[in-house]
């Protein structure tokens, strides 16, 4: 079983929906829980980065964790063709600087 | 004004060939990473060093060496190449080792073994 397990997708919607993506992890020490996204050809770029449960907002994009669970979210509100990319959710046990990164879901805005 | 660059971008080589990734930041961070993405989008770290120490070193082959002649700069030397290793290869930093230091990667080095 992969540490974090995440739906590869495609996602396909229309210009303004909501978007949720998604993300399961096995591991109760993981404490850090981060968000990025990956355009084609180009390197993750981090978005959103929570260290507790509940949600975290930041303009179009909330985050929300869920530790019971072992589930994390992402929503983005009124979706944007240029929000078009792959989405990694990542997490993060205490110590040294070793992510663990989802396998990503692509995710199309269609105009 | 590249945060994180990396050389080259295409890497097209036979196997059995020893080949190396060049990677330098200029961010002023003290920790760069290696990660290798595979042809399912899935990123794996392989290697870390924070000031030219090695601190992470994941289970990977030891025909991987990397170096870090100074802290902006980590470069990638790979030995006998084999088909599996054919990837996405990002370099990363972060300002420091500590959890909250978001990585900042490059836009990596697709190599290809035939």
């Known amino acids: 079983q992969k540490e974090v397990e995440q739906d590869p997708g495609p996602l396909s919607v229309p210009e303004g929906a909501i978007v949720s993506l998604n993300c399961t992890y096995s591991?109760?020490?993981?404490?850090?829980f981060m968000w990025y996204r990956q355009y084609s050809r180009k390197g993750p770029e981090l978005l959103m980065y929570?260290?507790?449960?509940g949600n975290k907002e930041d303009g179009r994009f909330t985050a929300q964790v869920d530790k019971s669970s072992k589930y994390i979210s992402l929503f983005i509100r009124d979706s944007q063709p240029s929000d078009s990319a792959t989405y990694l959710c990542?997490?993060?046990?205490?110590?040294?600087?070793?992510?663990?990164f989802g396998t990503g879901t692509k995710l199309q805005v269609i105009p | 004004d590249t945060a994180v660059s990396q050389t080259p971008k295409y890497l097209v080589t036979q196997m059995g060939n020893d080949k190396s990734i060049k990677c330098e930041q200029n961010?002023?961070?003290?920790?760069m990473y290696w990660y290798k993405q595979d042809s399912k989008k899935f990123l794996k770290i392989m290697f870390s060093?924070?000031?030219?120490?090695?601190?992470i070193n994941e289970t990977v082959p030891n025909r991987f060496s990397p170096k870090s002649p100074d802290k902006a700069h980590l470069n990638l030397h790979i030995n006998s190449l084999e088909l599996g290793d054919s990837a996405v290869y990002f370099c990363?930093?972060?300002?420091?080792?500590?959890?909250?230091?978001?990585?900042?990667f490059g836009n990596g080095t697709r190599l290809t073994v035939t």
């Open positions: 990363a930093s972060s300002p420091d080792r500590g959890v909250q230091s978001p990585l900042h």
């Open positions: 591991n109760s020490a993981f404490q850090y």
């Open positions: 929570t260290y507790s449960s």
């Open positions: 990542a997490v993060l046990s205490g110590g040294y600087q070793k992510v663990t």
């Open positions: 961010l002023g961070h003290d920790t």
């Open positions: 060093y924070n000031n030219k120490e090695l601190i």
